[in-house]
């Protein structure tokens, strides 16, 4: 059964930054796209970064040069690295696994707050 477990969230002032970390376990890391989606209140579902097994990377336009995606396939771990934060990143963050065949994963998110 696949589990993934975000941790990281928290309140930061605008400006600051934020390391999220998604923890998988019920899979081998290296046969999964992985990405991390961000929900803000009253707002859709939005995909923010991803990252192949291979270590192509993919981002949003409004976190490009602000967030990066990593991951370590040998820890089972995918990391998203926000920089320059601001009040609109506001929102719960979402790791998800993806791989052909078995469907689309989710974590139970975590809340990053962008306020002064």
């Known amino acids: 059964q696949v589990q993934l477990v975000e941790s990281g969230g928290d309140l930061v002032q605008p400006g600051g930054s934020l390391r999220l970390s998604c923890a998988a376990s019920?899979?081998?890391?290296?046969?999964?796209?992985m990405a991390w989606y961000r929900q803000a209140p009253g707002k859709q579902r939005e995909l923010v970064a991803n990252i192949i097994p291979g270590g192509s990377t993919n981002y949003a336009d409004s976190v490009k040069g602000r967030f990066t995606i990593s991951r370590d396939n040998a820890k089972n771990t995918v990391w998203l690295q926000m920089n320059s934060l601001k009040p609109e990143d506001t929102a719960v963050y979402y790791c998800?696994?993806?791989?052909?065949?078995?469907?689309?994963?989710w974590g139970q998110g975590t809340q990053v707050t962008v306020s002064s």
């Open positions: 998800s696994a993806y791989r052909l065949h078995f469907g689309t994963s």
């Open positions: 019920g899979i081998i890391l290296s046969f999964y796209d």
